[in-house]
């Protein structure tokens, strides 16, 4: 069976490395742009799917500056995406009267959602470790309950009442519509191909921002503060800066992410970013492998992938069993409610296995598997 | 000229004095020593002047500038490396990346220029690849840049952390108990190596050390702290010679016995009794 596969593949092998790595992207980025058109001609309705997936890979891909190169745990990365996609709504919600331009709004939404960053950074970030991840949950559980309780906003200062019941985020009714994009005579509605390639767009945009930074100073400075705040303090990288960079970075890619889902759902509501969420996005940076983009992409994927897909089609082959068979509770099973306890199994059984995630960065794996002598030391001394 | 001056500097750890009203001088392009017995105060000292704690009071000039109360990078940034006693590389980084971290504080590139990746951008980061591998063979890593750090042997990491704190482009380098834990050739090395980052680099020196091989042998001036404060200070024969060190390390009794009368056998005193 290997022996065939070699034998199948070898004369792609002969080729030179840069000519394999030319094909592989223009393979990978001709699929890419081929694939809406194959979803209608084949009739797959899975476009509106593969759209809010690319959605959550994008979370991941902030999420992974963060967590990955920065070693931050935020277990409140949703809060980012919500104040994204409120920015995005307030600012074109017409009852507000203010409708500006998407290609503006999704710009500010990115901004706001990096102020929030450094906002809730500053005075955090001194924290380490698990009391960063315990603030930054709170954060995550805070934000969806101001935004439910700004539909109705009164500001007194003494005897002035500043604002007087002001409807900011229309509380648990959610904000609908939301201003969409438009490109001159094309309005993005509901044909969904315009608003693929637009996340596309801004899927690349984001991974190669992720990319270009991974080897640069400042990926270099995040990597030592992971690794050894102390040290790097005395080496002269400014753990307060540096840390407060990469929030805002993380949070500015949840923000453009925010922008266009809200844009692309026309309605968002507090109840769209629970705790939930940003224990998902943090799921699919872990599970891919944290500090590598590839592993990122693929991994939040493939969470997602099982989310939508194995989980139903399962649950349609588990009813027609349980009818076959006569066995009702099998019959009326609908694995998708169960879906939180399989990927509790799932993530538990990646950590005990991989724990390095699926595709580990050269660092990850280095710190996870130990060097080639270190086990072998430790088996002979015990 | 002096280089680093402590003025009354105290450092007090709630009830606890760890450093005494300290007055200290390092000459420029000298190797000065700090020696003391444990809980003499000598890396809280270290620690004062790479600014991880705050001096209680007065005063710590670099250069003839106040570095006391300043955070560690921006210590850095004023021109003072240091390693740390026990080994803090970043472990899983290779050995060039270790380096090229410690160039940080002295490369310009923005992020945004880092995602660009702009011309200045690119130039930067060549020139500073090649002087992480100059230093790298400097200190006698040559061709163990790709090697992850962790991986190296202990007397490496050991030059590997001198190679870091080089990049930062110090005036003053802190070394804490550099040869700790080294075998005699090891140590040897590591001596050359110090004297050369000196004469080579013409960066001051000042180190902790409990060899007594290794303080005798490479340092101009040594000082002796004790309980915090200064109890001896000189050339390393002066304080070979002095009692009071003797007492500091081996007791009262002992220091009035041996070391009035046999100036000799303190030096076997220092160089046994600490080991």
């Not at chain 1, 699926?358 to 030391?377: I, K, N, Q, V, Y």
């Not at chain 2, 740390?84 to 970043?90: E, G, K, P, S, V």
């Not at chain 2, 880092?114 to 790298?136: F, G, M």
Request: aromatic share 8%; charged share 15%; hydrophobic share 50%.
């Amino acid at each position: 069976m290997r022996s065939i596969w070699y034998s199948v593949t070898a004369p792609w092998r002969a080729l030179p490395a840069r000519r394999r790595l030319i094909i592989s992207w223009a393979v990978g980025i001709f699929l890419v742009l081929i694939y809406p058109l194959a979803d209608k001609v084949f009739n797959l309705q899975t476009l509106n799917s593969v759209t809010d997936v690319l959605v959550l890979v994008i979370l991941a891909l902030g999420l992974n500056i963060v967590v990955g190169y920065a070693g931050l745990l935020n277990f409140g990365y949703a809060a980012f995406f919500a104040i994204g996609a409120y920015t995005a709504g307030i600012l074109t919600w017409p009852v507000h009267g203010i409708d500006w331009n998407f290609w503006i709004v999704i710009w500010a939404a990115v901004i706001v959602a990096a102020f929030f960053g450094i906002l809730i950074g500053t005075p955090t970030l001194r924290l380490r470790g698990d009391y960063l991840a315990i603030v930054t949950l709170a954060f995550g559980e805070i934000v969806p309950v101001v935004i439910r309780n700004l539909g109705d906003l009164s500001i007194k200062v003494g005897p002035w009442l500043l604002v007087s019941h002001f409807n900011l985020t229309n509380g648990v009714q959610g904000l609908s519509p939301v201003g969409v994009p438009q490109i001159g005579p094309l309005q993005f509605g509901f044909n969904l191909v315009p608003w693929y390639f637009l996340i596309l767009l801004i899927g690349a945009l984001v991974a190669f921002v992720n990319m270009r930074l991974e080897h640069s100073r400042l990926g270099r400075a995040w990597m030592a503060l992971r690794e050894d705040e102390t040290a790097a303090d005395a080496t002269g990288v400014d753990p307060v800066r540096t840390k407060l960079l990469a929030f805002s970075i993380g949070a500015s890619f949840a923000g453009f992410a925010g922008a266009f889902y809200a844009a692309k759902l026309q309605a968002i509501f507090p109840d769209q970013f629970p705790f939930n969420l940003s224990v998902m996005i943090l799921c699919m940076v872990i599970l891919g492998g944290m500090g590598n983009i590839k592993g990122v992409i693929i991994g939040g994927m493939l969470i997602q992938l099982f989310d939508r897909v194995v989980l139903s089609q399962a649950t349609v082959l588990a009813q027609a069993a349980g009818r076959a068979l006569n066995i009702a509770v099998l019959a009326n099973v609908d694995l998708s409610l169960w879906r939180w306890f399989f990927f509790g199994v799932v993530m538990v059984i990646v950590m005990v296995l991989r724990p390095e995630g699926l595709f580990p960065s050269a660092a990850r794996r280095a710190e996870f598997r130990g060097t080639s002598e270190e086990p072998a030391a430790v088996e002979s001394g015990s | 000229m002096a280089l680093l001056e402590a003025r009354k500097i105290t450092k007090q750890f709630g009830g606890l004095t760890a450093v005494n009203e300290l007055d200290l001088v390092i000459e420029k392009g000298s190797i000065a020593s700090l020696i003391g017995p444990n809980g003499a105060g000598k890396t809280a000292f270290f620690n004062m002047v790479s600014g991880f704690h705050k001096p209680t009071s007065g005063q710590m000039l670099l250069d003839g500038k106040e570095i006391g109360g300043l955070r560690p990078n921006r210590v850095t940034a004023r021109g003072l490396g240091r390693t740390f006693q026990n080994i803090r590389l970043f472990a899983n980084m290779t050995a060039l990346e270790n380096v090229l971290v410690g160039m940080n504080c002295r490369l310009k590139a923005s992020w945004v220029g880092s995602i660009l990746r702009t011309p200045d951008v690119v130039r930067e980061e060549a020139e500073a690849r090649q002087r992480a591998l100059k230093l790298l063979d400097y200190v006698g890593l040559g061709g163990k840049d790709e090697t992850l750090a962790k991986n190296l042997p202990y007397g490496s990491q050991r030059r590997l952390e001198i190679a870091r704190a080089l990049a930062t482009d110090p005036t003053l380098l802190l070394l804490d108990e550099p040869t700790a834990g080294m075998n005699p050739q090891e140590t040897e090395d590591a001596m050359v190596l110090i004297k050369r980052v000196r004469d080579g680099l013409g960066v001051t020196i000042l180190l902790i050390e409990h060899d007594m091989k290794v303080v005798m042998g490479i340092s101009e001036r040594i000082t002796v702290l004790d309980y915090g404060t200064k109890i001896a200070e000189g050339t390393p024969e002066q304080v070979r010679a002095n009692p009071k060190v003797i007492e500091a390390y081996l007791g009262k009794g002992v220091a009035t016995g041996t070391a009035v009368t046999e100036p000799v056998g303190t030096q076997a005193i220092l160089e046994t009794g600490r080991r």
